[in-house]
């Protein structure tokens, strides 16, 4: 698929992309596929100094919304309002088990295992992890499954994935965290599919949502 079908909305200095499933969001020596890499040459066709800003990232394995910065003071303003807290993102993802009570907050402590490669869940606090908080809603149950709505209040290293398994509900196609389920995709059934921010040049409220793909 051409990298100009992924931009699902744009605005004065930022693209907001819908990231498949399976690709690294980082340009790295090693993955010619990359999306930071491929923006890049995408808007070299209509620039000759394309600028490339993440502004926040996606796991590999999960698809959905991500905001890229065209130019550095949007850059700058975007990670601001990460920083406060101001911009709002809410994912979906199917799950084992059905979840009680159908919805409430999940509150844990992360400690990144960088050997392992997956967050480390701790119910108290402790010194060497951060505090990780979500908000998690019930829409719909089948053959003892369901399918979530999230919203993450705050971004820690694989923080969905990590804290619904401690709670015994795991990602369908997360093996990684435990879980059974397959998911027919290079990723795992999780989306980044809802967010909300201020357009850092008009000051407006921007709201972009995707349709629920197939598999959830």
């Known amino acids: 698929m051409p990298v100009s079908e992924w931009i699902v909305q744009k605005g004065e200095g930022w693209l907001a992309i819908n ?3 399976g690709m690294l969001v980082e340009d790295n020596p090693w993955e010619a596929n990359n ?27 999960t698809s959905g919304i991500i905001l890229i910065a065209t130019k550095k003071q949007a850059l700058k303003a975007l990670n ?17 088990g059905i979840p009680k009570p159908a919805e409430g907050t999940l509150r844990h402590w992360l400690e990144t295992d960088r050997r392992q490669k997956k967050a480390l869940v701790f119910d108290a606090r402790r010194s060497t992890a951060k505090e990780a908080v979500l908000n998690y809603h019930s829409i719909a149950t089948h053959n003892g499954q369901t399918l979530l709505e999230i919203e993450l209040l705050t971004g820690r ?16 196609g997360d ?9 027919e995709s290079p990723g795992i059934a999780l989306q980044a599919f809802e967010l909300h921010f201020t357009d850092p040049a008009t000051g407006e409220a921007v709201s972009i949502q995707l349709p629920q793909p197939e598999g959830f």
């Open 175 to 183: 093996s990684k965290y435990g879980a059974a389920l397959v998911f």
């Open 157 to 172: 290293f694989h923080q969905i994935r990590a804290q619904l398994a401690a709670i015994g509900h795991p990602i369908a």
């Open 80 to 96: 601001e309002q990460f920083r406060l807290k101001t911009i709002k993102k809410m994912y979906r993802a199917r799950v084992q």
């Open 35 to 61: 999306l930071e890499k491929l923006l890049r040459e995408h808007l070299a066709k209509t620039s000759k100094k394309p600028f490339v800003g993440i502004v926040h990232r996606l796991d590999r394995v």
């Open 19 to 21: 990231k498949p499933a």
